[in-house]
């Protein structure tokens, strides 16, 4: 199950995000926090600092998790604890950037009390502005407006999901997963 959720930021905040993430140091992205596959995964990620109290990321962190609860109140009604940092995320066409087939859950916590539930990805730029780099579910319905800067979709962590390689210019996307009891 997916929900489409439009201008869930505007466009100008998306380019704050981007500038701000920017100018932070990337690094390969990898699997379960574990290993780099470049098999699976080519992109350069970043998560957002914790226990930084600036004005800006105090603000991502409250409309990140404002835009979840939202989503999760209308269209999940599952318990939730908490948020991981936001991963923010560049997809480029000079190395093919994509992710390949996977969940979000994390195997390391399948016999804990909780886990990831809700994934949330927005996306920080147009459609325009690059080819390629769909974010695709593997679910009958096939996510519609998912096509601007500030557009997100948010999904149970559970669905396997990709992003398809970017052939033309750069795919800026943020990514958080909201932890709660695990489904029963």
Known sequence: MWYNMPNTFQP??????????????????????????????????????????DNFSINLMFNVDRSIRAGNAQWFGTDLNYNEAPQFGMYKSENKGFYDWHTDTLNEHANRPSNRKLSLVILLNDMKEYEGGQLELRHPDVPQNFTKAGDALLFNSGIEHRVTPVTK???YSLTCWAHGPNWR
Do not use: H, W
Request: glycine residues 8%; aromatic residues 12%; proline residues 2%.
């Open 12 to 53: 100008d905040y998306c380019k704050e995000i981007i500038g701000y993430f920017s100018k932070l140091k990337q690094r390969d992205a990898t699997i379960e926090g574990e290993y780099i596959n470049k098999s699976i995964r080519e992109t350069d990620v970043t998560f957002a600092p914790e226990g930084v109290n």
């Open 169 to 171: 210019g750069t795919r």
